[in-house]
């Protein structure tokens, strides 16, 4: 079993930035993968980024290259997405999602990109 615990959502404007933080707890060594995605009521759940706990190769999709960045920290067991350039379609609650074989999820922060 792993547990994710995101923080770091908010309002912000465009243009401006915001970083979410993942904490894991658990299993963590059964991780191989982690990574971060959006939802928008109605859609389904996107990815956004991923990184892999071994050697830190990182995907981005389309929509995040060049703006986010993933990054992890092994040693608190944490992963972070830094959002810059933020824009209103970026408006969606974001998953921490870590990979062992099996899926697991947090419960999900929410960003508003807004003026």
């Known amino acids: 079993q792993v547990q994710l615990v995101e923080s770091g959502g908010g309002l912000v404007q465009p243009g401006g930035s915001l970083r979410l933080s993942c904490a894991a707890s658990?299993?963590?060594?059964?991780?191989?993968?982690m990574g971060w995605y959006r939802q928008v009521p109605g859609k389904q759940r996107n990815l956004v980024a991923r990184?892999?706990?071994?050697?830190?190769?990182?995907y981005y999709t389309n929509s995040a290259k060049g703006r986010f960045t993933v990054s992890r920290d092994n040693a608190e067991n944490t992963v972070y997405l830094q959002m810059n350039s933020l824009k209103p379609e970026d408006t969606a609650v974001y998953y921490c999602?870590?990979?062992?074989?099996?899926?697991?999820w947090g419960q999900g922060t929410q960003v508003t990109v807004s003026s």
């Open positions: 999602h870590a990979y062992t074989g099996l899926d697991y």
């Open positions: 990184i892999s706990t071994g050697g830190g190769a990182t």
């Open positions: 658990g299993s963590i060594r059964s991780i191989s993968t």
